[in-house]
């Protein structure tokens, strides 16, 4: 089945330090992948998008994220967390199916 | 000016009742969704519209009808509603189905009570 996966519930880092959020998918071709971000009490904010060609996109607020065929991944990276980065993370692909297909989320806290 | 925009922000309702939420965008976009949020912070996709005509209808019980009286809007009617509706509502759009981002509203919090 067609699914997106965020192992993470919860990752708290310290302001300052690098980010990896992980995402994989489970489809039999390459689906279009998304991050969104939801800060409390807001609505989805496009981080960034992969389609077709080069694997490491880069986003908004200084996110990037590496799409890796052999590991069905789209992580997110940022080097250096801000205070104000902390939200909730979702992932999520278009199977070919017009509608997206979201993770489960991963909720960001962030140590001063 | 906002990209996808719902009203209202907050619906308090009782059981029983039949509200609506409005959406609209000005981003020129064909493609209209609407998803629910529920409590669990899940979101997963109610409705699409592509140029007023329905697409996607996700098992959705009947007692939720969407209406699209143009490209830029997007309503939710929710009639008899029950305390298993309460959730985020997100509004989004797209230019076209496929390769394309949806740009998403700020969300409706409904709470029936």
């Known amino acids: 089945a067609q699914s997106v996966t965020q192992p993470d519930i919860h990752i708290t880092v310290s302001e300052g330090a690098s980010l990896e959020l992980r995402c994989n998918y489970s489809?039999?071709?390459?689906?279009?992948l998304f991050w969104y971000v939801q800060s409390p009490g807001q609505g989805l904010q496009l981080l960034l998008k992969y389609f077709s060609g080069d694997t490491l996109v880069q986003g908004i607020k200084g996110f990037e994220a590496e799409f890796k065929r052999s590991q069905s991944s789209f992580n997110l990276r940022k080097p250096s967390v801000h205070w104000s980065d902390a939200a909730e993370y979702f992932c999520?692909?278009?199977?070919?199916?017009?509608?997206?297909?979201f993770g489960t989320g991963t909720r960001l806290t962030i140590i001063p | 000016d906002t990209a996808v925009s719902q009203t209202p922000k907050y619906l308090v309702t009782q059981m029983g009742n039949d509200k609506s939420i409005k959406c609209e965008q000005n981003?020129?976009?064909?493609?209209m969704y609407w998803y629910k949020q529920d409590s669990k912070k899940f979101l997963k996709i109610m409705f699409s519209y592509n140029n007023k005509e329905l697409i996607i209808n996700e098992t959705v019980p009947n007692r939720f009808s969407p209406k699209s009286p143009d490209k830029a809007h997007l309503n939710l009617h929710i009639n008899s509603l029950e305390l298993g509706d309460s959730a985020v509502y997100f509004c989004?759009?797209?230019?076209?189905?496929?390769?394309?981002?949806?740009?998403f509203g700020q969300g409706t919090r409904l709470t029936v009570v």
């Open positions: 981003l020129g976009h064909d493609t």
């Open positions: 989004a759009s797209s230019q076209a189905t496929g390769a394309t981002a949806a740009f």
């Open positions: 999520a692909a278009d199977f070919g199916n017009e509608k997206l297909t």
């Open positions: 489809y039999g071709a390459t689906p279009y």
